[in-house]
């Protein structure tokens, strides 16, 4: 029975089904573009936000729209620009943020057109899977690609893109607030009240923006001392594996060079371990950590042809601060023929529900 079941949503899957049903506890989201029956094109192909189990079971599909509903816009990808398509989870773990185009699908060279003329949209994915697209920025990645939002709390967001640097703005907004002007952004990401971004141009590849979460325009980039000037960082996360309440490691999506890990020791950013080579192209990361263990979640080999391709793997890290990261990961999923895997977060939770009443027993002594 289980096999039937996985077989009855695997074939859903490739005909574009969509559940729209709330996200289970303790599961991940992977970002897809296509449907499974059309060729990926730089035109613009669907977007769905597939849930997976961490043990590789399709849970459901969620469609990003095509069309415009009300106040809502379509939420498009280009199907062969392997940098767009991260994803992340909001920091008070209760949505999902994602980004692609505000039109439909069949726009010669999407990635090229302006803002202006094709809205760059932040898509906001609660736990009960209902989708916001009414944020559609008219200044955020004009001419280039939207690859990565983050949020606080589904509210506040930051976005990062292919050129116009890094820019804030809040759901529903229709213009954003440049705070620098860093060129070749790929993830935009908070962790310990700080926000940080990866870029692939210069040799400042992995920096904190600001202090804080900042909100106003000319916000200082700066480097992480000691992380490498040649690489190719797309994905990242930072975890505190000492539990002293600072983030002293490191974990990085490389398409370059492959999984990688870093700790800080004496304020520098350390190298201890890679798995994978360039010729997997990670590119989405998710992960949590367990005592001193790191359980993590990656894309790789997302593929820019018209058939896509893509894997979604797995691998616990257990060697703890400044330990050798290695080993191999374990397939999860695998993207069909003209899908293709981009980025991955851990789904959003539900709000805990406030502890009920105790019952009382009221005796009446007379």
């Keep these: 029975m289980r096999a039937f079941a996985a077989g009855i949503a695997a074939a859903l899957m490739v005909a574009g089904a969509s559940f729209a049903g ?5 599961t991940l989201v992977v970002y897809r573009v296509g ?3 059309t060729n990926l094109v730089s035109s613009g192909s669907p977007v769905f936000l597939d849930e997976y189990t961490t043990n590789g079971a399709l849970v459901q599909s969620i469609a990003m729209p095509t069309n415009a509903a009300g106040r809502n816009y379509p939420l498009i990808a280009s199907g062969t620009a392997t940098s767009e398509g991260l ?12 980004t692609g185009y505000g039109t439909t699908t069949g726009v010669a060279s999407l990635s090229g057109t302006t803002a202006a003329s094709v809205p760059r949209v932040v898509g906001v994915v609660n736990c009960n899977g209902t989708t916001d697209t009414t944020t559609a920025l008219k200044d955020f990645a004009s001419a280039s690609n939207p690859r990565s939002a983050a949020t606080t709390d589904g509210t506040n967001i930051w976005v990062a893109g292919g050129a116009g640097g890094l820019r804030y703005t809040t759901k529903g907004a229709t213009n954003s607030t440049s705070l620098n002007s860093f060129a070749n952004l790929r993830q935009v990401a908070a962790f310990g009240g700080q926000l940080y971004a990866s870029t692939q141009s210069g040799s400042n590849l992995l920096n904190t923006v600001g ?6 325009a000319g916000q200082a980039i700066s480097a992480l001392p000691g992380f490498p ?3 190719s960082p797309d994905a990242f996360l930072m975890a505190d594996l000492t539990a002293d309440g600072t983030n002293d490691t490191l974990y990085v999506a490389d398409e370059g060079a492959g999984l990688q890990k870093f700790t800080c020791i004496a304020g520098s950013w350390t190298a201890t371990g890679v798995v994978g080579s360039g010729t997997d192209s990670y590119r989405g990361l998710a992960g949590y950590t367990a005592g001193s263990a790191t359980v993590l979640f990656a894309t790789r080999k997302g593929g820019s042809g018209s058939n ?5 793997v797995t691998i616990t890290d257990n060697s703890g601060f400044n330990g050798a990261f290695g080993g191999t990961p374990t397939v999860l999923a695998t993207a069909v023929s003209k899908t293709a895997f981009r980025g991955v977060a851990l789904a959003p939770v539900a709000p805990l529900a406030p502890p009920a009443a105790p019952n009382r027993m009221i005796l009446s002594i007379r």
């Design 211 to 216: 202090a804080g979460l900042p909100t106003n």
């Design 22 to 26: 709330a996200f289970s506890p303790g």
């Design 87 to 98: 994803l992340a989870r909001s920091v008070n773990n209760r949505c999902l943020v994602v």
């Design 229 to 231: 000037t040649n690489s």
């Design 308 to 312: 896509g391709g893509g894997e979604l």
């Design 35 to 37: 449907d499974g029956t």
